[in-house]
């Protein structure tokens, strides 16, 4: 029988072999047997965990199929694709190096051989571990002692195989009757797949209960998601018990007969009425197992026999095995952090969180906490001892009635109920149920584990109580200048509201432009937009746009819960359209969500498309499509060498410098064929990323404090630099900035950052929610005379609790006026814990910077992601789009014209078209969203071409807008009715891509493009029909349009005139100048 892998784990690794580890490293084997949800997520945790590269992963799955969402299998009816269940593609599995982690399909365990430390398979082959996980899960229950329960017509509802044979069996039965047996979980969700296979006649629901959900729900709960069921056509039948499966003589399933007598016809019957752990494996190798089934487990995952592990439904802890997702993922998380924090106090698990919501038959169902408290009794009660009553009591004597008080809520109208379940006192809420609205799910779960006590009275929790409204721009006169960049005012907005000239936030950038330039003011417009449509008695959005029907914050929890980890799960979860692009508003937030919660590379495949231009390629686009450089200088400390090299870099590349109000140097008019050689020049002098173009931490700013300064009292510099090495790279809502000061004199501008320490004789005051911009604040003291060392998780709570609860592009400052109570009440949750999730929050930053790699590091490293880097996609040239000038001996782009290319180039009329091939098919990609982009150069002409679902688009490279050569690289949105667009990266102008109206600017009439017929062909190319060359160039050239010195008025002309001659150049005659009027010489 071979041996897998022969070499032993435990003895030497050659370094070569494992990635430059020093000779005498050893690794060990982790074996996982079963690839379902849970052992997936233990293995993407401890490959991520894993920075000292302590382990190899092998796992064995005996189905055909990866790791599959087995939650959402009911889905498999609608697309009938297994693709889209995958938890990642088939390509994650083979991404990594070699040993690393490897997987074995359509193979079981057969045996496990504890004493030598190996497991057989049924394929013949045998493979070492050091250390086994069993995730074996469980089997479907089928009711062996019931005759004809081995008929054909027999399912259960569990595996993707059993979906294909039923998908199978009812195409071949179309018309006739099917039942699914059991009314729990499974058994809805069954019924639901069942019904939408629309093969099937009629479907009926077997219950042996008196209402559905009887794990769940209480009598009324489930009564009530019961009539539900019924009025969507489902049959059901309670207080059912199978007795007989009638058969024929071919042994076809052809009706039930119930154990009352009373009998039905059907010819398929699907049974959801539990489930077996698969505990089989551990009989001859000696591993425990409970009584009722399942290895037995301590707190640390172990079970009876020292190295082997289980996880997910397969372990019992306690005498009790978990069927929910869930828990399961709590023990993957335990095992996890022990495998890979060795040395480190370990953690273990404890009681998990059975509350569940779901959306069963169309009907929203939750149950939450100890939701049977007042039938049971409590199982735990806050300010008590925990204890296990007996048959007879606590005390030896029944009570009449648990000691829970019950809150209902009933509107058969709504087809709402809530039950809410309290302590005697009031002070404690213990668990509920909720059907029909379960928006306050999350909240109260929340405040059940937490067991804080309650600060409203228990009928706030039904009947609501007023909250704080948001900041509204009240304070602003209408004369108040939101927008610079188009001079609007608050006057102008609200009125394009009130007079119903505009009705959504995208018709007042359109008619009034505000928000269109920098987009700086649109956290301001938003919240005029807010309150004057509420005045106006409207009801307002803040869906994050017209395709993601949710909040940033709500989008951020289910991505959060439902790790959804790619722009396509995103949507496939909770779009309008499961089939959606998106457009340039959900795109960037889901990058920035995703990005907050698991950090891929965003230069990957996937990612990069959801990204503006800044992101994606790592740095600042300029106004002349030049990218500016911003290497990271923690704390503003740099050495002389780097000083150098940045210096070096500079010169070598013509790159204009400046310093930066952040204490860094930023190196402007890189070409973007240059990046790449410039930041491995950059990368190789010790420098890193400094995320200047992202939505994330810039930097941490500080004076020199203790380390130079006489008056200084706190190491300022040691303490930003600290802070900026923690917190590069997290990504959040909107930008956040930082500063240390050593004592009270502020060098540092510490109290108008998002966060700002200030130093004390007793550690450091810290200040938050400051900002400059559109609307400057000041921040305010959180919390004062923190000791160092508690500094840090303080600010974790704090970053972590805004990228949690923040709306889309919302600074600290609006975030924290708009937080109920404001200030206050952000002490309450990151100092006071109120909600108990300190703990929790100081987890997740741990994780999410542990998590941290320089994204240019990597970058230069990759000869995949190198291939962006290009102006052209069929040419090496470099063309220049706006004339560089010389001044005060650095260059810069000449100033823009004030007005915009006014051209009809919709609407010119070409002399005569022929199809010319321009680039290359290979050159575009059919991944997922299916989107890519090329900038191709005909002539002296760049046009732009895109690949949308198959399907190519072609229009001028320049926006007319400020004459950008720069489409390409804009973000594809698309509508319900198929209409595409390309949104300029500069200011957000959206062009048609199809449609009769295809070059139209939808949000600025007074624009358009030209578009060009595109086709692929067989020869691999792909053909525009394209004017000639000199009619193209006369109306789209490059030269034709490129921005000149002198094209707009030079803004410091009079200044200069003026003050000719004082400038403090030596030899300047004092006497010559006369002093200016009202000013003290």
Not at 401 to 425: I, Q, R, S
Not at 610 to 620: G, M, R, S, V, Y
Not at 793 to 811: C, E, G, M, S
Not at 965 to 972: A, E, K, P, Q, Y
Request: aromatic share 8%.
């Amino acid at each position: 029988m071979p041996v897998l892998d022969g070499l032993r784990y435990g003895e030497p690794v050659d370094a070569s072999a494992s990635g430059g580890l020093h000779q005498n490293a050893r690794k060990q084997k982790i074996v996982v047997v079963g690839l379902g949800m849970v052992a997936i997520s233990l293995i993407e945790k401890i490959i991520k965990q894993d920075t000292a590269q302590q382990y190899d992963i092998i796992v064995i799955g005996e189905e055909p199929h990866v790791a599959y969402n087995r939650v959402g299998l009911s889905s498999f009816f609608e697309h009938r694709k297994i693709e889209d269940l995958y938890l990642n593609p088939k390509e994650w599995y083979g991404s990594f190096k070699e040993r690393t982690f490897d997987h074995h399909l359509n193979t079981r365990v057969v045996q496990i051989h504890p004493e030598n430390k190996t497991v057989d398979t049924s394929t013949g082959d045998t493979i070492a571990y050091d250390i086994l996980v069993l995730a074996t899960g469980s089997d479907a229950t089928l009711p062996t002692h019931t005759p004809g329960h081995d008929a054909k017509g027999i399912f259960v509802y569990r595996t993707i195989s059993d979906l294909e044979r039923l998908i199978d069996f009812a195409a071949q039965h179309k018309g006739e009757t099917a039942v699914t047996v059991g009314g729990g979980l499974l058994g809805l969700e069954a019924a639901k797949a069942m019904t939408d296979l629309e093969d099937f006649g009629n479907v009926k629901l077997i219950d042996r209960n008196k209402w559905v959900l009887a794990r769940q729900l209480d009598a009324d709960a489930g009564t009530l998601v019961t009539r539900k069921i019924r009025e969507l056509g489902l049959e059901v039948l309670h207080q059912k018990r199978v007795a007989v499966v009638n058969t024929n003589a071919e042994n076809n399933v052809t009706g039930i007969t119930f154990e009352d007598g009373e009998q039905i016809e059907c010819c398929c019957i699907c049974f959801a009425i539990g489930v077996k752990p698969r505990d089989e494996l551990g009989r001859s190798a000696g591993i425990q197992s409970a009584e009722r089934g399942g290895f037995v487990i301590d707190e640390g995952l172990q079970t009876s026999v020292p190295g082997i592990y289980a996880v997910g439904e397969c372990a019992s802890w306690e005498n009790q095995t978990f069927g929910i997702i869930a828990p399961g993922i709590e023990m993957a998380d335990v095992l996890a952090y022990n495998l890979t924090h060795t040395g480190q106090e370990q953690k273990g698990f404890t009681r998990p969180d059975l509350s569940t919501k779901l959306k069963l038959l169309g009907v929203d169902v939750a149950s939450f906490g100890d939701f049977f408290a007042d039938r049971d009794g409590p199982k735990f009660v806050p300010g008590r001892r925990p204890s296990i009553p007996g048959p007879e009591g606590i005390d030896g004597r029944r009570e009449k009635e648990p000691p829970v008080k019950a809150l209902t809520y009933k509107d058969p109208f709504g087809g709402v109920y809530k039950k809410y379940l309290f302590t005697m006192d009031g002070k404690y809420l213990l668990g509920g149920m909720m059907i029909g609205d379960t928006r306050d799910y999350l909240r109260l779960n929340q405040m059940v584990k937490t067991q804080k006590e309650l600060e409203v009275p228990p009928s706030q929790f039904i009947l609501g109580a007023q909250k704080d409204g948001e900041e509204n721009a009240d304070d602003l006169d209408d004369s108040t200048q939101i927008c610079a960049c188009h001079n609007v005012t608050k006057g102008d907005v609200v009125e394009n509201i009130q007079n119903e000239t505009c009705k959504s936030i995208a018709e007042v950038k359109s008619c009034t432009k505000a928000g269109t330039g920098c987009g700086g003011c649109m956290p301001l417009v938003q919240s005029i937009f807010n309150k004057t449509m509420l005045d106006m008695g409207q009801e307002v959005s803040n869906h994050l746009c017209s395709h993601i029907p949710y909040s940033r914050a709500d989008l951020y929890n289910i991505v959060a819960i439902k790790q959804l980890k790619t722009f396509v799960e995103v949507m496939q979860s909770v779009g309008k359209n499961p089939d959606s692009l998106g457009c340039e508003l959900c795109k960037p937030a889901i990058a920035s969500i995703l990005s907050s919660l698991f950090n891929p590379h965003i230069m990957d495949k996937g990612y990069n498309d959801l990204q503006d231009t800044n992101d994606k390629f790592l740095a600042n686009i300029q106004r002349n499509g030049t990218f500016s450089v911003v290497p990271r200088v923690p704390g503003g400390e740099i050495t002389a060498d780097k000083l150098i090299a940045i210096g070096s870099v500079a010169k070598k590349y013509g790159l204009y410098c400046k310093i930066t109000g952040a204490q860094r140097i930023d190196m402007f008019g890189a070409k973007k064929h240059d990046l790449l050689n410039i930041w491995t020049e950059l990368v190789d002098a010790g420098m890193e990323s400094g995320h200047a173009y992202a939505k994330a931490l810039r930097a941490i700013k500080s004076c020199v404090g203790t380390t130079w300064c006489r008056f200084g009292i706190g190491d300022s510099v040691g303490m930003a630099i600290r802070l900026e090495e923690r917190y590069k790279s997290v990504r959040a809502p909107h930008k956040f900035k930082g500063a240390v000061s050593g004592c009270v004199r502020e060098c540092a501008e510490a109290q108008n950052k998002d966060f700002g320490l200030i130093a004390t004789e007793k550690g450091f005051n810290i200040f938050v929610g400051g900002n400059g911009g559109a609307k400057p604040r000041h921040s305010e003291l959180l919390v004062k005379d923190v000791p160092p060392e508690m500094v840090m998780p303080i600010v974790d709570r704090y970053l972590i609790f805004y990228i949690r609860t923040a709306d889309k592009l919302q600074r600290t400052a609006r975030w924290i006026e708009n937080l109920p109570g404001g200030i206050e009440y952000l002490k309450e949750v990151i100092i006071e814990d109120k909600l108990g999730i300190c703990a929790d929050m100081e987890r997740q930053m741990e994780e999410l910077v542990g998590s941290y790699f320089c994204e240019w590091t990597e970058t230069v490293r990759d000869p995949k992601r190198r291939k962006t880097f290009q102006q052209f996609a069929n040419t090496d040239e470099t063309v220049d789009t706006v004339e560089v000038i010389q001044e005060r001996s650095q260059p810069r782009p000449a100033y823009w014209a004030k007005e915009s290319a006014q051209e009809d180039f919709q609407g010119h009329q070409w002399s005569s078209l022929s199809w010319q091939p321009v680039v290359r098919a290979d050159h575009f990609s059919d991944e997922p969203p299916q989107v890519s982009s090329a900038n191709v150069k005909r002539g002296d002409t760049q046009l732009a071409v895109f690949k949308v679902k198959g399907k190519f688009y072609a229009t001028q490279q320049m926006c007319p807008h400020k004459r950008a050569f720069v489409l390409s690289d804009g973000l594809i949105g698309d509508d319900d009715a198929g209409k595409y667009w390309v949104s300029c990266p500069y200011h957000k102008r959206n062009f048609d891509l199809n449609g009769e109206q295809a070059g139209r600017c939808s949000n600025d009439e007074s624009m358009n493009i030209a578009t060009f017929p595109v086709e692929e062909r067989d020869d691999g190319w792909i053909y525009l029909k394209l004017p000639p060359v000199e009619e193209l160039d006369s109306v789209l050239g490059t030269e034709k349009w490129k921005v000149r010195k002198g094209e707009a008025p030079d803004p410091f002309h009079k200044v200069d005139k003026r003050y000719k001659g004082m400038r403090g150049k030596k030899g300047l005659e004092r006497a010559t100048v006369q002093p200016a009027k009202g000013i003290d010489w």
